[in-house]
């Protein structure tokens, strides 16, 4: 596909500010067409639309029912499922849908794109579309600088095969099996003790190794369109498995553990009742997503003030609040209903200088620079950011904007645990950020007074703590 590049890079470099939409027309004039996008959807309902995207392409025209299946015996979909879709064209109507639109807006030729309601037809290299994205975002005018109540939290699942998911899930996610020593689970890192996290600058690792960055916490992940510092994972599912096979994380063999789960009476029986087949890793990260997006802080001071309740904030919060929303500047990225606006930015945060010189992190940063295809990784002496993801210049030592959604819980602080205590996050900002080569303009000195200081920090602590959901720990097979 002649435009792939160029939808791969549009993606990278708008991130959230962009969505794209795929819709299908199967040309009636070529053989296969309808059953490869019937392909295509039943690999999108297993996690892999975009795998199975590319091979189409890629193999085009060998598009027939026995190649589509070897491709999605190669993408380890499961063939039951896949082969039933393929031959019930369980997805026949949503693509009708999508012909009949195609009809109505005069298209009969692929590819076709809208933006904004422009067309632009034909393989076009990624300027053409670049500079009417440009013109869009630039017509948007300013950014989304508001706060925002968050929606209380999803009532439990009617559906008794959904709860079990969950429950599958959660002893997922405290069995320790997930890792290859079997030393460490999810709740290793993520610990609810803790706020979902491990109170550490640098995240818990396997034996002999050292982790590089600080651990998010999960709570309200759910809400969360990129995922990881770097916003590697574009699914929570993808974030789930990451650390699973990660070297310097969990460290365990995927092949192996599906058979290793499989000797466990009370998961066999459990996949076969929530998935109907057996356990595949997809499925494990599934269940373990689903446990994870239960896992919500609401009902903070702030989302009660949002809603209208005036006595919900002190006066000391109050002025932090306004501090929040103007002089301090914390709006411009931490807004919406989760405090974050998913972006990324390099805002001079310094090395961790407790970690830095150790040859263990060291060697994991090389080893994430090298099979991230960072050209000479061999000399890279500090975090990247998510230029290790774009490979663009101007995302060199940013990360993403995380949630402050519980932010007493949840320190150290940064994307290498460098600040011990809201204090010294404060007084970094408050300083205009730290010296970087290409640092956000939206950093600049705050001039903060000594109660402005602890106005904000009130507000940060006290009002952006709600009620967490609370677990009880499962007992793991």
């Known amino acids: 596909m002649g435009v792939g590049p160029a939808v791969k890079k549009?993606?990278?470099?708008?991130?959230?500010?962009?969505?794209?939409?795929?819709?299908?027309?199967?040309?009636?004039?070529?053989?296969?067409?309808?059953?490869?996008?019937?392909?295509?959807?039943?690999?999108?309902?297993?996690?892999?639309?975009?795998?199975?995207?590319?091979?189409?392409?890629?193999?085009?025209?060998?598009?027939?029912?026995?190649?589509?299946?070897?491709?999605?015996?190669?993408?380890?979909?499961?063939l039951k499922r896949f082969k039933r879709d393929l031959d019930k064209m369980a997805h026949l109507n949503e693509i009708k849908r999508d012909l009949a639109l195609a009809k109505k807006l005069d298209l009969y030729n692929t590819p076709a794109f809208f933006i904004n309601g422009i067309k632009l037809l034909g393989n076009r290299p990624f300027e053409s579309f670049k500079q009417v994205i440009d013109a869009e975002l630039e017509k948007k005018g300013q950014r989304k600088t508001r706060l925002e109540p968050l929606p209380p939290p999803p009532p439990a699942p009617k559906d008794p095969i959904e709860r079990e998911k969950i429950e599958l899930g959660k002893k997922l996610f405290f069995d320790r099996r997930l890792s290859g020593d079997g030393t460490m689970s999810c709740a290793t890192c993520h610990n609810p003790e803790t706020g979902f996290t491990d109170a550490l600058a640098i995240s818990l690792s396997y034996p002999t190794t050292r982790h590089w960055r600080n651990t998010p916490t999960i709570i309200n992940v759910r809400y969360g369109k990129h995922f990881f510092w770097d916003g590697r994972a574009a699914t929570l599912e993808e974030q789930a498995l990451f650390p699973i096979m990660s070297a310097f994380e969990m460290n365990q063999n995927l092949d192996f553990l599906e058979e290793e789960l499989k000797e466990i009476p009370a998961y066999r029986d459990a996949f076969s009742r929530v998935f109907g087949g057996e356990i595949t890793r997809e499925r494990v990260?599934?269940?373990?997503?689903?446990?994870?997006?239960?896992?919500?802080?609401?009902?903070?001071?702030?989302?009660?003030?949002?809603?209208?309740?005036?006595?919900?904030?002190?006066?000391?919060?109050?002025?932090?609040?306004?501090?929040?929303?103007?002089?301090?500047?914390?709006?411009?990225?931490?807004?919406?209903?989760?405090?974050?606006?998913?972006?990324?930015?390099?805002?001079?945060?310094?090395?961790?200088?407790?970690?830095?010189?150790?040859?263990?992190?060291?060697?994991?940063?090389?080893?994430?620079?090298?099979?991230?295809?960072?050209?000479?990784?061999e000399r890279i002496t500090e975090d990247p950011g998510r230029y290790i993801v774009t490979k663009d210049e101007k995302d060199w030592k940013a990360f993403k904007t995380p949630s402050l959604r519980e932010i007493a819980l949840t320190a150290p602080y940064m994307h290498n645990g460098v600040f011990k205590t809201l204090d010294e996050v404060i007084e970094f900002f408050n300083r205009g950020g730290g010296d970087s080569k290409?640092?956000?303009?939206?950093?600049?000195?705050?001039?903060?007074?000594?109660?402005?200081?602890?106005?904000?920090?009130?507000?940060?602590?006290?009002?952006?703590?709600?009620?967490?959901?609370?677990?009880?720990?499962?007992?793991?097979?």
């Open 285 to 377: 990260v599934s269940a373990i997503s689903a446990f994870e997006r239960t896992i919500v802080s609401y009902d903070s001071p702030l989302d009660r003030y949002l809603k209208g309740d005036r006595n919900a904030l002190t006066s000391e919060e109050l002025m932090g609040l306004k501090l929040f929303e103007g002089k301090a500047r914390c709006i411009l990225c931490h807004n919406g209903p989760n405090l974050t606006d998913e972006m990324f930015y390099n805002i001079g945060v310094p090395e961790n200088p407790s970690v830095q010189d150790d040859p263990r992190v060291a060697a994991t940063r090389r080893f994430v620079a090298k099979v991230s295809g960072f050209e000479n990784f």
């Open 438 to 477: 290409n640092k956000t303009r939206l950093i600049r000195p705050l001039n903060l007074t000594g109660e402005e200081k602890r106005a904000l920090k009130a507000f940060l602590e006290r009002s952006l703590s709600g009620k967490i959901t609370k677990i009880k720990i499962p007992e793991v097979p």
């Open 10 to 78: 549009i993606l990278q470099t708008y991130g959230n500010n962009v969505r794209l939409v795929i819709k299908n027309l199967p040309y009636k004039y070529r053989d296969f067409s309808f059953i490869a996008a019937e392909a295509s959807l039943a690999a999108r309902d297993q996690g892999k639309f975009w795998e199975m995207h590319w091979l189409l392409h890629e193999h085009s025209p060998r598009l027939d029912r026995e190649s589509l299946i070897k491709y999605a015996e190669q993408l380890k979909l499961d």
